[in-house]
């Protein structure tokens, strides 16, 4: 799966172990079953896209350092330029409903780090 055929993707940090500063990129399509629209807001130039950047917190947990929409020539050259930032997140592109995805993702990532605070705290 590519960018182009895929509805979004996450960057994760890289796995390959020999550059200190690496990401992946994981590229996923929106369930059968979530009706998701035609593209929306986009330009001539590229998609639009719902994004998320998440941080490290003093805990070592994901937080959300940043949250926004924007226009993408290429999302992934973009995504380049944060090697070595240890920001990680999410890219969606944005459609008649796929805010009811990005919303949904937002909320389960906040009560995940949530329950694995409380699950530290025992």
């Known amino acids: 799966m590519t960018e182009e055929s895929s509805d979004g993707f996450y960057i994760l940090p890289g796995d390959d172990g020999e550059e200190e500063y690496s990401l992946k990129l994981s590229y996923f399509n929106f369930p059968k079953n979530f009706v998701k629209g035609k593209k929306i807001d986009g330009s001539s130039i590229g998609d639009m896209y ?11 947990l994901p937080e959300i350092d940043a949250t926004f929409e924007a226009i993408f020539i290429d999302p992934e050259e ?13 890219f969606v592109k944005k459609t008649e409903n796929s805010y009811k995805w990005f919303e949904k993702y937002l909320k389960k990532t906040k009560e995940n780090v949530k329950f694995i605070r409380k699950e530290q705290k025992k």
Do not use: N
Request: aromatic share 16%; glycine share 8%; hydrophobic share 35%.
């Open 50 to 60: 719902h994004v998320v950047f998440f941080k490290e917190s003093e805990d070592s």
């Open 78 to 90: 973009y995504v380049k330029t944060l090697i070595g930032t240890h920001v990680y997140g999410c």
